[in-house]
């Protein structure tokens, strides 16, 4: 054997120790981050177990291990030390538990984004701190794409009540929330009352919603499906609400798998799904 093709021998074996050296150990709290990360051809190591994500996201997470989070700290530090990883990516719900991490040596990142607008940007984000910046390239043309099919023009704009239920407690997406952003996408007139929170949700007085009188009402459990008997008695058992709309006319409806609450890089199709099923302004 020629000293060149002993050499040429040495390099062919060496590259795949060194390209798997090269990867990361990645957590991926937010089910944002881990559907993203799957898309561009990067498994995480451990996906955050939460009741968040959509079933679209359930799927691709299928077979990589769930990491229990807890309130409001998010994982535990002692099974984080035990995982090692070389970056968590996190978002703004799990956030007072991140200093902690990032004591540990973890790199924590937040790269949820909380504006449809965002979401481009921070699937390049992703891309770039994996080494994907290609294929985060690819995927964001895919997701521009979808969201401009979705967000076509249109002449009917029914006023649109979401609503986030608790027990017996009926709380308002505002146009800040995630849900509030993609029914304005897809050609909704919000119904707010004029209220405004950080937060993205404000109770509304019975007052303020008859006075709204919305054409449609989307109701969203939250937590788990008990809460959605109950949030379905609340409305359509209230004297009140009775004389909207969207109650007469039997316009009130019920989303179930967390696409009003969780941001996704299925953004498009989501937008159209609320104008298809929902909002019927195609």
Do not use: C
């Not at 965002?118 to 995927?139: E, H, T």
């Amino acid at each position: 054997m020629t000293v060149l093709a002993a050499v040429l021998m040495a390099f062919a074996m060496a590259a795949p120790h060194a390209e798997a050296a090269k990867q990361k150990r990645v957590v991926a709290i937010s089910p944002f981050a881990a559907q993203t990360m799957i898309q561009l051809g990067v498994k995480p190591i451990r996906v955050g177990q939460t009741i968040g994500a959509t079933p679209r996201q359930n799927r691709m997470f299928r077979g990589i291990k769930k990491l229990k989070l807890s309130h409001p700290n998010g994982p535990n530090l002692e099974v984080m030390a035990k995982l090692n990883p070389d970056i968590v990516f996190t978002s703004s719900r799990w956030s007072k538990g991140s200093s902690a991490m990032r004591r540990l040596g973890i790199r924590v990142i937040n790269a949820d984004p909380t504006r449809v607008t965002q979401v481009p940007a921070n699937v390049s984000k992703i891309g770039r701190i994996l080494g994907r910046s290609k294929q985060a390239r690819r995927l964001n043309l895919s997701i521009r794409k979808g969201i401009a099919r979705a967000t076509r023009t249109t002449t009917k704009h029914p006023k649109v009540l979401v609503v986030l239920g608790i027990g017996n407690t009926a709380m308002a997406f505002l146009k800040n929330s995630w849900g509030g952003q993609l029914v304005q996408k897809a050609g909704g007139s919000l119904v707010t009352g004029g209220a405004t929170n950080s937060g993205g949700f404000a109770r509304l007085s019975d007052e303020v919603v008859v006075a709204q009188n919305p054409d449609i009402i989307i109701v969203v459990p939250h937590g788990n499906s008990n809460d959605l008997s109950q949030v379905a008695d609340y409305i359509l058992n209230n004297e009140a609400w009775k004389t909207t709309n969207a109650v007469k006319n039997k316009k009130v409806y019920v989303s179930v798998n967390n696409e009003l609450l969780q941001a996704g890089t299925d953004v498009g199709p989501t937008i159209g799904m609320i104008r298809s099923k929902w909002l019927k302004n195609w």
